[in-house]
């Protein structure tokens, strides 16, 4: 099992990074979002501090976005999804498998690239320590829901518009706790915890039901 999971990891990584450089275009996505809101919000340096975990976890959040469309896309369209299912593999073992791919080429970069961005927003060294740990462990979360709906629009061409509608309602509660738990490590120390944990919590959760979900969903799309 060990052996052909770890084929399938890395024939996703290397099909994410070569793939419209999803990487690269995530990152440049994040990028813009963090130096174009500055722009509308004014020069208030202290505004900017304050709102600034916000805007970075709005700005992973929508880049999460734009290649979930292809996480289950370009295997339906070649075959290799049904593939998949008569191989008797557990479906439910290759969608995680196929998620963690995903968010190590499209989710980790944006985590790393966090600490940078937040220079622009006049953030402290304790605040980007915080909010590069909650993106660090929220962003799986936001690829494992977002993975239902990309199950969900697998047979759709032009899925990305519903995806997103989908994807953003449930993402919410991931961006309320990862938000409140990098404010509470600027403002206060002690309560980090308390928002931090239900953030684990949620990443723990996705990680349960969204490989169940999105296998049940392109069961479905295959059937």
């Given amino acids: 099992m060990s052996s052909w999971a770890l084929t399938l990891f890395q024939r996703d990584l290397r099909l994410s990074m070569r793939v419209g450089g999803s990487a690269m275009v995530g990152v440049l996505f994040f990028l813009a979002v963090v ?88 953030l402290d060294p304790v605040a980007m320590g915080a909010v590069t740990v909650t993106l660090l462990v929220g962003t799986p979360a936001l690829t494992l829901i977002g993975a239902i709906g990309a199950s969900l629009t697998v047979s759709l061409r032009r899925g990305g518009l519903l995806l997103a509608v989908l994807v953003i309602p449930l993402a919410i509660p991931v961006l309320i706790f990862g938000v409140s738990a990098a404010d509470a490590a600027i403002h206060d120390p002690v309560p980090f915890l308390t928002p931090f944990l239900i953030l684990c919590a949620l990443s723990l959760i996705a990680a349960v039901i969204g490989p169940v979900a999105s296998a049940a969903a392109l069961r479905f799309a295959a059937d």
């Avoid at 304050?50 to 289950?72: E, H, N």
């Fill in 35 to 122: 130096t174009v809101i500055p722009f509308g919000v004014g020069p208030d340096l202290n505004l900017l501090a304050r709102i600034g975990p916000a805007i970075l976890w709005i700005g992973a959040l929508l880049a999460t976005l734009l290649g979930l469309d292809r996480l289950f896309q370009a295997d339906r369209d070649d075959g290799t999804l049904d593939l998949m299912l008569m191989a008797g593999r557990p479906l439910e073992l290759v969608v995680l498998i196929k998620c963690l791919a995903h968010w190590v080429a499209t989710g980790l970069p944006l985590v790393v690239a966090a600490p940078l961005l937040a220079i622009f927003l006049n």
